[in-house]
């Protein structure tokens, strides 16, 4: 059974993920994509974001790659990834979480 430190990070991770995914939401339905992206690749700063942003994407893939192996569903996850963003990141979190806390737990008892 999962203990209650756990299951706290979990909804806490959860909550941050609808938080960011309604972010999205609300900056669709208010912004051109277009002239947004083109404001941001304009700026120093918003490349350095974009790239920033995707070293962590790449990151994230790489952890993917370690927890899961290369199986076909982790080049699923990845490739998402790419295109969601941390959304589902966070998705991939949440449900991978009970497994990460009792892998991390056997390392330590070791």
């Given at each position: 059974?999962?203990?209650?430190?756990?299951?706290?990070?979990?909804?806490?991770?959860?909550?941050?993920?609808?938080?960011?995914?309604?972010?999205?939401?609300?900056?669709?339905?208010?912004?051109?994509?277009?002239?947004?992206?083109?404001?941001?690749?304009?700026?120093?700063?918003?490349v350095v974001s974009l790239a920033d942003?995707?070293?962590?994407?790449?990151?994230?893939?790489?952890?993917?790659?370690?927890?899961?192996?290369?199986?076909?569903?982790?080049?699923?996850?990845?490739?998402?990834?790419?295109?969601?963003?941390?959304?589902?990141?966070?998705?991939?979190?949440?449900?991978?979480?009970p497994s990460l806390m009792r892998r991390?737990?056997?390392?330590?008892?070791?």
């Open positions: 059974m999962e203990n209650q430190s756990s299951l706290l990070w979990r909804v806490v991770f959860g909550a941050l993920g609808i938080g960011l995914a309604a972010l999205i939401v609300w900056a669709s339905l208010n912004a051109n994509f277009g002239q947004s992206f083109s404001a941001i690749v304009a700026d120093p700063w918003g942003l995707y070293l962590g994407f790449f990151i994230f893939a790489a952890f993917v790659f370690l927890v899961d192996g290369a199986r076909p569903t982790s080049f699923v996850w990845v490739i998402a990834l790419m295109f969601l963003g941390n959304v589902l990141a966070v998705v991939w979190l949440v449900l991978r979480w991390l737990s056997d390392r330590v008892s070791q």
